[in-house]
């Protein structure tokens, strides 16, 4: 691929009187000859319009093609005006400049008339892929001595590192290349549009993420509560009924308890008390009175008490012995 600063058929700027156009010509449409006799070949306009999209940047118009000749050496190159859109006009390629004021100045005042393009063309063939920049000049025939050499400019990547970065076969063209460039660009906005609006069906926003792990934790911890209360209870009711059948001592009831809340250890006092002798009696002391107990005088045992000079006591004594 090359880069050729070609002054195209002696492209005029043209417009009313003390104006600077805003629409000018920049590539010929078909078979396009230089003063030196070469030709390149204008036969595919979209796709120079494609490269342009997929370059995404405007195209400086510059002042005797400063931007290609002491850009790359650090020298200043100002720019006169900026093509901001290209446009197919039956096969000829013509671009909308945006002039700076000072651009505007130099051509509304005739300081310069012409437009020189500078064309990236493919070396086989010559078919012209897109344009680098444009350059105002006032010898648009080839006769400034830079120009006249027809120099040509290397591009800082050859076509075929190009097509290797994009994994593209080497028999590809700049303009499909171009083409494959504009994709990604696509293919990458999509990426982002769908990072910044991620689809629900797979995504969830953090805060209800946040809030439904809320719940979890406390369903699970509710859970875990119940578990434990009912394994509390289970594990009362054993070593009561353990204590009632004398297969342990209540001196023992509270090591049983916490070897029970161990992991399998209900199962496993379970099994050591269907094991175990008896190792004390019930008291059968239940539902019995002690003396004394329940045995309140009422009024008419009182008033015998006291017409017999018995006291409480001795009557209560006599009565349980009766």
């Known amino acids: 691929m ?12 043209k417009g009313d009187p003390g104006q600077a156009p805003e629409w000018v010509e920049l590539i010929p449409a078909g078979r396009v000859t230089g003063r030196d006799g070469r030709s390149w070949l204008n ?6 319009l494609a490269g342009f999209a997929a370059l995404g940047a405007d195209l400086p118009v510059d002042i ?7 850009a790359p050496g650090g020298d200043p190159a100002p720019a006169a005006g900026w093509v901001k859109e290209l446009q197919n006009r039956d096969g000829a390629v013509w ?4 002039w700076t004021d000072s651009g505007r100045e130099l051509v509304a005042s005739k ?13 086989d063939n010559g078919l012209i892929a897109g344009l680098s920049s444009v350059g105002l000049t006032n010898r648009p025939n080839l006769h400034l001595p830079a120009l006249n050499q027809q120099q040509d400019v290397e591009d800082e990547m050859d076509l075929k590192q190009l097509l290797a970065a994009l994994e593209m076969p080497e028999t590809a063209t700049f303009a499909e290349a171009l083409n ?8 990458l906005s999509t990426a982002l549009n769908r990072a910044d609006n991620p689809p629900l069906d797979k995504f969830v926003p953090r805060a209800d993420h946040d809030a439904a792990l809320a719940r979890a934790t406390n369903a699970e911890k509710k859970l875990a509560d119940l578990e434990k209360a009912g394994l509390e209870e289970k594990i009362e009711t054993a070593i009561n009924a353990a204590l ?3 297969k342990i001592t209540p001196a023992t009831a509270d090591y049983h308890r916490a070897q029970c809340r161990q992991e399998g250890g209900l199962e496993r006092f379970a099994e050591y008390i269907k094991a175990a002798p008896a190792i004390g009696d019930a008291s059968k002391l239940d539902g019995k009175k002690q003396a004394g107990e329940g045995t309140a005088l009422n009024s008419e045992e009182l008033k015998m008490c006291q017409a017999l000079g018995v006291s409480e006591e001795d009557f209560l004594k006599t009565r349980a012995a009766a």
């Open 2 to 13: 090359k880069k050729i600063y070609q002054a195209i058929n002696s492209i005029e700027l």
């Open 43 to 48: 036969s595919r306009p979209e796709d120079i």
């Open 64 to 70: 005797e093609h400063s931007t290609e000749l002491k």
């Open 95 to 98: 671009g909308r400049i945006e």
């Open 111 to 123: 300081a310069y008339r012409y437009l020189s393009p500078v064309i990236v063309y493919q070396r």
């Open 180 to 187: 494959k460039i504009a994709a990604v660009k696509g293919d």
């Open 244 to 246: 009632e059948a004398g």
